[in-house]
């Protein structure tokens, strides 16, 4: 199928490894161009390289702090400077840590608004009007099951991609007679570093192996196992194609069948 993606520009954040960077790969295969952003410079251009020598594509790394206000000028002003513009944005940021409600306090509430909410809403904040002036656009936010089935001990992500949800729903009527589609894409557990770390620390609360935990998460998937981060970039990639251009404001859940809900 062809994606209608070559010559276009996307901005990926937390590319370095994980969803992001299983996004940008997609992009990249489908000859657009792509600028990946995260905090660690050296995992970070190391990652630039492997995609470029992979798929061949123009591939660009800026190195950033999204939940800073200067971190998301440097990145945006980087793939302007860089790209000329932006066609396909896709917000991304790690997760916030994990812990019943008690165990954090107010100014780990603000650095998980910072990292998850802030990041989405400034950096398409900066991209909008020159999308909005050519027509065309794809804002996708990367959230997290939780937004439709909260998940125990979560309660950070839980409340703060709940927000991440309600800004992206309105914001798509707001700008869906401009040609531009936002969704946002709920991954599961995946085979991703941040599931390894939620695992591990589940292991040590209840004094477990961790392969124990492992075992009872993938036991609750119909599938049966953990996602690969390609199958989730796969739906990334397709949402920011042509052949989407009538699907907005979706929450559309990747996740091997593990959220029970009807809608």
């Not at 994606?3 to 940008?24: E, F, H, I």
């Not at 940021?93 to 909410?117: M, T, V, Y």
């Not at 998937?221 to 194609?241: D, K, N, Q, T, Y």
């Amino acid at each position: 199928m062809d994606l209608g993606l070559a010559g276009k520009t996307a901005l990926v954040a937390a590319a370095s490894k994980g969803l992001g960077r299983a996004c940008a790969e997609e992009f990249a295969a489908e000859g657009a161009r792509v600028v990946i952003c995260a905090r660690g410079a050296d995992v970070l251009e190391r990652t630039r390289g492997e995609i470029a020598a992979k798929t061949r594509a123009d591939v660009h790394a800026v190195a950033a702090d999204l939940s800073t206000m200067e971190g998301i000028g440097t990145v945006v002003t980087e793939a302007q400077r860089r790209l000329g513009h932006v066609d396909i944005l896709v917000n991304n940021a790690g997760g916030p840590p994990s812990g019943p409600f008690e165990q954090h306090p107010w100014d780990q509430w603000e650095k998980a608004i910072h990292l998850n909410l802030r990041s989405t809403v400034e950096l398409t904040r900066r991209l909008l009007p020159d999308m909005r002036s050519r027509r065309w656009g794809r804002i996708i936010n990367v959230t997290s099951i939780a937004v439709k089935q909260p998940v125990d001990g979560l309660i950070l992500s839980n409340s703060v991609r709940a927000a991440v949800t309600g800004w992206a729903r309105t914001l798509a009527n707001e700008v869906a007679r401009d040609g531009i589609t936002v969704n946002s894409v709920l991954p599961g557990y995946t085979r991703t570093d941040r599931v390894e770390q939620l695992n591990a620390s589940r292991a040590a609360a209840e004094g477990v192996p961790v392969e124990e935990i492992q075992r009872r998460t993938e036991g609750q998937i119909p599938m049966r196992r953990l996602g690969e981060p390609r199958e989730f970039g796969a739906m990334v990639a397709f949402l920011a194609s042509e052949r989407a251009s009538y699907i907005t404001a979706q929450s559309i859940v990747v996740d091997g069948g593990w959220v029970r809900a009807l809608l």
